[in-house]
């Protein structure tokens, strides 16, 4: 398996532009995962999906943040309208079965918003 | 809010040395977890200890967790360069809580 896959790697836009972060989890995984990391907060949970449907929302940080799972091999993570805080690294990660097993990461995406 | 702090949060060791990493955190979960990050990469899973384990160890790495200190930590015996990274201990809840709770890392270098 190629492991969770994350596009695009980096993303550079303009305050106030639309950006959509995409994740492809590993085959047979039934949780979906997305965080964030910046220097000042560290690895922080964004939200997270069971089965395509979404469990927390509890840490996206602002209604400009939205995140989907049409079906069980793709989400998205989109802001609306970007802003400059909005800049660090969004990480995928999936999951299969309970929370004994661990979580998969994919590479990440860079995002710096200008 | 960050549930996990590791200490220190740098260290720098020579290769072959042991490098020692603590976690503690605030309540109370099923089970802890470490995970490697290398510079500009994703995170790595090292190894999982349950809530109802002391000790595990798998390779060069033993982790411990003593859940009356909210406390854990993670050995690597016999660094390697490549063992350069930042580590990161994470936890999950009790009550079915699935995300994690990631503590702002260790930084550990180690010296060829």
């Known amino acids: 398996d190629a492991g969770v896959i994350q596009s695009p790697r980096h993303e550079v836009t303009e305050m106030g532009q639309e950006v959509t972060l995409r994740c492809k989890p590993i085959s047979g995984h039934d949780y979906l995962f997305w965080y964030r990391q910046t220097m000042m907060r560290g690895l922080e949970l964004l939200i997270y999906?069971?089965?395509?449907?979404?469990?927390?929302d509890s840490g996206m940080p602002e209604d400009r943040f939205s995140a989907k799972m049409p079906n069980a091999s793709f989400s998205t993570l989109k802001i609306q309208p970007s802003e400059p805080r909005d800049s660090a690294v969004y990480f995928c990660a999936s999951r299969e079965g309970s929370s004994y097993n661990e979580q998969f990461f994919g590479p990440g995406t860079r995002l710096t918003v200008l | 809010s960050q549930q996990g702090e590791e200490d220190p949060q740098a260290l720098s060791i020579q290769e072959g040395e042991n490098a020692t990493m603590n976690c503690s955190y605030k309540t109370s979960i099923n089970n802890l977890q470490w995970y490697r990050q290398n510079s500009g990469r994703g995170l790595v899973h090292l190894i999982l200890?349950?809530?109802?384990?002391r000790e595990k160890h798998s390779g060069r790495l033993r982790v411990t967790l003593d859940t009356s200190k909210k406390s854990s930590s993670l050995l690597i015996t016999a660094s390697r360069a490549a063992d350069t990274a930042s580590y990161f201990c994470a936890t999950d809840g009790r009550g079915g809580a699935d995300g994690l709770t990631f503590g702002k890392g260790t930084h550990l270098i180690i010296q060829p």
């Open positions: 999906f069971n089965n395509n449907v979404p469990i927390d």
């Open positions: 200890i349950r809530s109802n384990e």
